[in-house]
């Protein structure tokens, strides 16, 4: 029996409208989160991690992760939302009701990470880089209070995204910047902190220059994930070279739930990732590759599963003597 893969979507944005069949205000197909999920468990994606980006959506992605044992969800503010915490008109009440929605999430067992949270300057019309700067940094006493590690956000502001992370970093113990799609030099100032691991998606592997830039990341400080339903990895992309896994597709109008829809992606395509991170690196062995990355996910975000694990490999190792 060949070994199995197993995959930790770290990134799945389950509470937007395309998971409930709606594209651009239009209900095409009825919600599909099942149909969805059964494609991804039916690969070998093991857990997913559900994405909040604001203090609405952060409620939202906790109710999804309820629903099944495999989902955990984060609780934050995206850079590009963070002017909600001044429209509230009681910016720390706002604050105070995103840490309480934390706690509640992880009595539960299910918030695993505070964000989505970071800076991003390609779309300062939807919030100053003041404003981010101010609400990025406070989100850390968030991290701090509860422990938890930090689910990041960066583009084109590694300056400052690295100036706030360095002033901040007594008060988290690892983060990872998801979705990277960076310059070498933003790599390489990412990787200079040593709690800090990279997440790779279908955006990471557009061009050959996407494709050099991931060569240059350590495995050892690399996860996966799709951010769908964006992020596709695409006929036109560099990394579509490597990709060997593909599932039939119909447009959103033919909605078959055996069937992914065109244009959308979904968490079982964290596989196509793994197969270009594995062939971009010339890795032949995916199975090892999928267990070192599946290992830096728990380490960050289900560390008392490697504990449970140890103990129990300790356990039958004195059982046999």
């Not at 695409?234 to 959103?252: D, E, I």
């Not at 289900?302 to 300790?314: E, K, N, T, V």
Request: charged share 25%; hydrophobic share 35%.
């Amino acid at each position: 029996m060949s070994p199995t893969i197993k995959m930790i979507d770290i990134a799945v944005n389950f509470t937007d409208q395309m998971f409930k069949g709606i594209y651009n205000g239009r209900q095409c197909h009825a919600a599909d989160i099942p149909a969805v999920l059964a494609r991804a468990w039916s690969v070998g994606v093991d857990r997913i991690i559900v994405t909040g980006g604001s203090l609405q959506e952060s409620r939202e992605a906790l109710e999804i992760a309820e629903t099944d044992g495999r989902l955990f969800c984060t609780v934050g503010v995206h850079p590009t939302r963070c002017k909600e915490f001044e429209d509230s008109g009681d910016p720390e009440g706002h604050f105070q009701a995103l840490v309480s929605l934390a706690k509640e999430g992880i009595q539960k067992g299910k918030v695993v990470a505070v964000g989505e949270c970071g800076l991003d300057y390609d779309r300062l019309q939807f919030c100053p880089p003041e404003i981010q700067r101010k609400y990025f940094e406070k989100q850390f006493e968030l991290a701090e209070a509860l422990k938890l590690p930090m689910f990041l956000h960066m583009r084109a502001a590694a300056e400052d995204f690295c100036n706030i992370l360095t002033s901040q970093k007594d008060r988290f113990t690892f983060g990872v910047a998801h979705s990277f799609t960076g310059s070498a030099e933003d790599r390489d100032k990412l990787l200079s902190f040593d709690n800090l691991f990279i997440g790779i998606n279908g955006c990471s592997l557009k061009t050959t220059e996407n494709l050099e830039v991931l060569r240059g990341i350590p495995i050892e400080r690399m996860m996966i994930e799709t951010d769908s339903p964006y992020c596709d990895i695409r006929n036109t992309h560099a990394g579509m070279q490597f990709v060997k896994s593909v599932w039939p597709s119909k447009k959103k109008e033919k909605y078959d739930p055996d069937s992914t829809v065109k244009g959308r992606n979904e968490p079982c395509s964290v596989k196509q990732v793994l197969e270009v991170v594995a062939g971009c690196k010339g890795i032949h062995d995916i199975h090892q590759l999928s267990k070192t990355l599946y290992n830096n996910t728990c380490r960050i975000f289900f560390p008392h599963d490697l504990d449970a694990a140890a103990d129990a490999i300790l356990e039958k190792g004195i059982g046999s003597q």
